[in-house]
């Protein structure tokens, strides 16, 4: 079984100042591990992915996140927070396996950064 | 490049009654997905389709659903005899052959509440 934790329900920051959105994973073998955005009424939007390689990924809007593999976690950072960055943010994992492609997410981070 | 739609957006229905929702992938994506969102959780699993084929569903996917996905490019998501249960995001995602890549394109979901 696979599944993921995000530890925080709430993340409040303000705008400049660093996001970090956290996020750690259970699964068998090495990970496919996805960050989602979710905003109001709309659908998830895909930030960045950790496939294989470079642990520190880069994805849109200037988000990168951390594989840290002997501590199973992904966390989500952005350097310096911007307002619109407020939204909902999902962390989801995968098997590295040909014939199981489905989603596992975590419950979700509500990000509200403050002016 | 337009991305995943469904429709309705919105469905209020009576309980007992039938539902169907429809989804429109990428096009040429062969892989399509259907989750379900409820409030205050990540998205979970339902079923996957590779090209017409259902390759997988989840045992959250009671008789009551059926999904089907005829000639392998939209996809209908039907729920009979609905249960208060039921209210939850329906969102149906997408993608192409797996050496593409590996995320997947969601599109803006069908809010369910049956009354």
């Known amino acids: 079984a696979q599944s993921v934790a995000q530890p925080e329900d709430q993340v409040n920051v303000a705008e400049g100042n660093p996001l970090t959105v956290k996020c750690t994973y259970s699964?068998?073998?090495?990970?496919?591990l996805f960050w989602y955005v979710q905003y109001p009424n709309r659908g998830l939007q895909f930030l960045l992915k950790?496939?294989?390689?470079?642990?520190l990924v880069k994805g849109s809007y200037g988000f990168e996140a951390e594989f840290n593999k002997s501590q199973t976690s992904f966390h989500l950072k952005k350097p310096s927070a911007l307002v619109s960055d407020s939204a909902l943010y999902f962390c989801?994992?995968?098997?590295?396996?040909?014939?199981?492609?489905?989603?596992?997410f975590g419950a979700g981070t509500t990000v509200t950064v403050r002016a | 490049d337009t991305g995943v739609s469904q429709d309705p957006r919105h469905k209020i229905t009576k309980r007992g009654q039938n539902v169907t929702f429809r989804c429109d992938p990428i096009?040429?994506?062969?892989?399509l997905y259907w989750y379900r969102q409820t409030l205050g959780q990540g998205p979970e699993f339902l079923t996957y389709f590779q090209n017409e084929a259902q390759l997988e569903k989840s045992r959250l996917l009671s008789d009551r659903f059926s999904a089907e996905r005829p000639k392998g490019s939209f996809s209908t998501l039907e729920i009979q005899r609905t249960e208060q249960g039921d209210s939850a995001m329906y969102l149906c995602?997408?993608?192409?052959?797996?050496?593409?890549?590996?995320?997947?394109?969601f599109g803006p979901g069908t809010r369910l509440t049956v009354t």
């Open positions: 699964v068998s073998g090495n990970p496919y």
């Open positions: 995602a997408s993608s192409p052959g797996e050496r593409l890549t590996y995320e997947q394109y």
């Open positions: 989801a994992v995968r098997r590295p396996s040909f014939n199981d492609y489905k989603l596992s």
């Open positions: 096009s040429e994506h062969n892989r």
């Open positions: 950790y496939i294989t390689g470079d642990n």
